[in-house]
């Protein structure tokens, strides 16, 4: 009769542990990324999400316009032979016009490479 008794003791001293976790990894370090944005407070978590949302909207409008202008001035280099002297260059043939960055932002151009990227100034 102890036996039997014994038997789901030991069952469940097994499947408890003993108590010591020694995993390495914490609930907090697998969501540090969303804690850069957040200031974990739950009264804050619908204005952090559109700043969030604000800082993405901002980043994929400059990827977007990035990828328009460096098409423009393969464009130019492919029917010129050579890079545009400047963005103005582009207008009206290859751009309707220079696009803007978000504030804060201004478009770096090397005529010499050819290369286009988004600076703060």
Sequence with gaps: MKAVLLIP???GLFLTGCGNNSSSTSPA???S???NFTSGNPATVAPDYIGVLGQAQKYSVKQIDLAQLNQAIQ???AAEGRYPKDLQELVP?????IPQMPAGYQISYDA????VKVVQP
């Design 112 to 115: 010499a490479t050819g290369k």
């Design 93 to 97: 043939n290859y751009l309707a016009k």
């Design 9 to 11: 003791v030991m069952a």
């Design 29 to 31: 370090a697998t969501n």
């Design 33 to 35: 990324s969303a804690t």
């Design 75 to 77: 464009q130019f280099n």
